[in-house]
């Protein structure tokens, strides 16, 4: 037997070149290790769509269905085998053991997600006293009843008369038509906000109301009953508080709306629709999300719009293709997420040796080409001397062009084209082309701060989370260190490296960004392990030495924090509580792929850590090539809302073991 080590004292040049051995080490067979990659290969490759792209479903929590419930019911929907199929997935899939729904699977019941399952229960014909409905009912009383839920789940009740419009938090229209030099403009909210929040102000200023049946109310959900029920805003203990200050502001628009004297009003509102009506064009619906898009159908159904008026039509046939009707059950997707999930199959499938000029990654980069966008739209507020270039999430999104898909499509270009020697530079005019044009927004999109957010440029204020109707927790689009360490990866590969002051710049945004324990934070996904995956590999590929502190602390922290069955795992709770849920949780595939490739881009090819997600990966993968994964690990609001995306736990796993074989110097071996 050989001597027990210390890994997390080991030096990583001992690591690396293989000269520290553990008994725990499980010897990975470089030949199943290419088995597993040849099958995963292949289930991706049949996955392809026929113009060569890559989707898979993009999977949130119970408020999709029954927000769409409420919309519908809104919209007068007498289709009630559709409502009910809707509820069906709702009540089958998500029930907590306290009776309540949470806002990820396993996670604990959250008061606004449960309050609205029971209340479009209500309007599909279920009743109150159902078992489940009991349970639900109980354990949202348990977590302080409806006066306890976010402002958006406090709107939507008021337009049924469900909640006093007074303790909803008001959204002035007259905020929207702000200079942009001003502090407080649109601009310097966050691309989503400003999607979910300019149809929510118009619907605040008209206050539409749906008249429901008696039965379909939910004034059983009070805390001691309706009547008398507080549904104040409620000011933070200490007096002196920006959240004070703001609801000061708020009770005088409260006032002001009630004023016959509103001078702004009219071209506030006026205003509003026509950013609607304009961020409609070219894309799959407003923000091409499902907040904004179900909001902006209200806000032009209070203006007066009729059913079969273009633009309401628009919005629902986009929605309507969210759906995924199972058998009687009908769930919904938040978004569609083509343009990320094949610029990551092409970068997996490449780095696990299919070779650039393969015909599928062909036919994925020419459908990519396509999709780059030609508009200067929003960003150029911030950006005006900047050329548009960028690439979006979705099929059509052409004013929400966003960083992170950008360099996934720009890395994927690289690695496609740039084949046996080949510059970049000297590439087809259209394809260089296109590169410089990504390169030059990328570049243009950088912050101050020397980092990278996701659609905007220093889209930093923080006093703006302070706001009352700010509490879906993502007012803001801050530089982070996930995004940042990705672009710095991308430019890796264009030749840009430590030397010239926007990469040095970076490399410092992520230094200052660790944290004390050698984690870095991810705001994407889920969470430490994905912040930490993405940043040991975007500072080695610019030859960060090894034992620089960055790099040896980031590897220690992920090696600590494997599981005994040698994968890692995470839970969305450690957004909320990182003291004791960070890296914490049952082992997943696309995780274990995360620190797999953080650990090879650190130097850990070798490590006992290595070897035991590898055979993670590989006792776990099915006979088809793919794997299983139930959890949640991707991010959309941190605290607020997650996703499942359905590919995740098959191109990462290809892409870790396509990067161990590289650093290997095997890859080729594959083809």
Request: aromatic fraction near 12%; proline fraction near 5%.
């Amino acid at each position: 037997m050989e001597p027990q080590i210390d890994y997390l004292s080991t030096t990583h040049s001992q690591l690396s070149t293989g000269t520290v051995r553990s008994a725990n080490r499980i010897e990975v067979d470089i030949a199943q290790v290419q088995g597993a990659v040849r099958r995963a290969q292949d289930w991706l490759l049949r996955q392809q769509q026929p113009d060569g792209h890559w989707v898979g479903e993009l999977e949130g929590d119970t408020i999709l269905e029954s927000e769409y419930v409420l919309l519908l019911q809104f919209l007068g929907e007498t289709d009630k085998s559709k409502l009910r199929k809707l509820t069906n997935y709702i009540i089958r899939h998500w029930q907590n053991d306290d009776g309540g729904f949470p806002m990820f699977p396993g996670g604990p019941s959250d008061v606004s997600a449960s309050v609205k399952v029971y209340f479009a229960c209500k309007l599909t014909g279920h009743t109150a006293d159902e078992s489940f409905m009991v349970r639900l009912r109980e354990c949202v009383l348990a977590l302080g009843g409806v006066t306890q839920c976010n402002t958006f789940t406090k709107l939507y009740l008021a337009i049924f008369g469900q909640y006093d419009w007074d303790g909803v938090p008001t959204i002035p229209p007259e905020v929207f038509i702000v200079p942009n030099w001003f502090y407080f403009n649109i601009y310097e909210m966050s691309s989503w906000s400003r999607a979910i929040l300019i149809p929510l102000a118009i619907i605040n200023e008209a206050r539409p109301f749906v008249d429901i049946a008696p039965e379909c109310g939910i004034d059983e959900l009070f805390v001691g009953g309706k009547t008398g029920a507080s549904t104040k805003l409620k000011w933070d203990k200490r007096r002196i508080t920006w959240r004070n200050a703001f609801l000061v502001a708020d009770r005088a628009f409260k006032v002001y709306n009630k004023s016959k004297i509103k001078p702004l009003r009219v071209k506030a509102i006026r205003d509003a629709e026509q950013w609607l009506l304009d961020h409609q064009k070219g894309c799959g619906g407003l923000g091409a999300i499902f907040p904004g898009m179900t909001h902006a159908v209200m806000a032009f159904k209070s203006l007066g719009y009729p059913d079969d008026h273009p633009s309401v039509q628009h919005e629902l046939n986009e929605l309507k293709k969210f759906e995924i009707e199972d058998g009687d059950e009908i769930r919904v997707q938040p978004c569609v997420s083509p343009v990320w999930d094949t610029a990551i199959s092409v970068n997996a499938l490449i780095d696990s040796g299919i070779p650039g000029d393969h015909p599928a990654i062909r036919k994925a980069t020419t459908w990519l080409l396509q999709k780059q966008t030609t508009t200067k739209a929003d960003w150029s507020i911030k950006a005006p001397n900047v050329e548009p270039g960028g690439w979006f999430f979705e099929y059509e999104n052409e004013a929400y062009p966003d960083i992170d898909d950008t360099i996934m499509v720009l890395m994927a270009l690289h690695k496609a084209y740039c084949i046996r020697g080949t510059h970049w530079k000297d590439l087809p005019i259209a394809v260089r082309t296109t590169m410089e044009r990504g390169l030059d927004w990328t570049f243009g999109m950088q912050n101050k701060d020397g980092g990278w957010a996701s659609f905007d440029k220093d889209n930093d204020k923080m006093l703006f989370q302070h706001i009352p109707f700010a509490d879906h927790n993502a007012m803001l689009d801050p530089s982070t260190a996930d995004i940042t360490a990705r672009t710095i990866e991308m430019l890796s590969f264009y030749g840009f490296t430590v030397g010239d002051p926007r990469i040095d710049a970076a490399v410092q945004f992520i230094r200052k960004d660790q944290q004390s324990d050698g984690s870095w934070f991810g705001r994407w996904g889920v969470n430490y392990i994905y912040g930490t995956w993405q940043c040991l590999r975007g500072l080695t590929l610019h030859n960060i030495p090894l034992n620089d502190p960055m790099i040896v602390n980031g590897m220690r922290w992920m090696r600590k924090v494997s599981n005994k069955d040698g994968g890692w795992g995470e839970t969305c709770l450690s957004y909320d509580d990182p003291e004791n849920h960070k890296a914490k949780g049952p082992s997943t595939a696309s995780q274990t792929a995360w620190a797999i490739m953080g650990l090879v881009n650190g130097g850990g090819h070798h490590l006992v850590e290595t070897q035991n997600g590898l055979a993670y990966l590989m006792k776990t993968q099915r006979s088809d090539g793919t794997w299983d994964e139930q959890w949640f690990t991707g991010t959309g609001f941190p605290k607020v809302f997650y996703l499942r995306y359905h590919l995740y736990r098959h191109y990462f796993p290809l892409w870790a073991m396509g990067q161990y074989l590289q650093r290997s110097g095997i890859t080729s071996n594959l083809t």
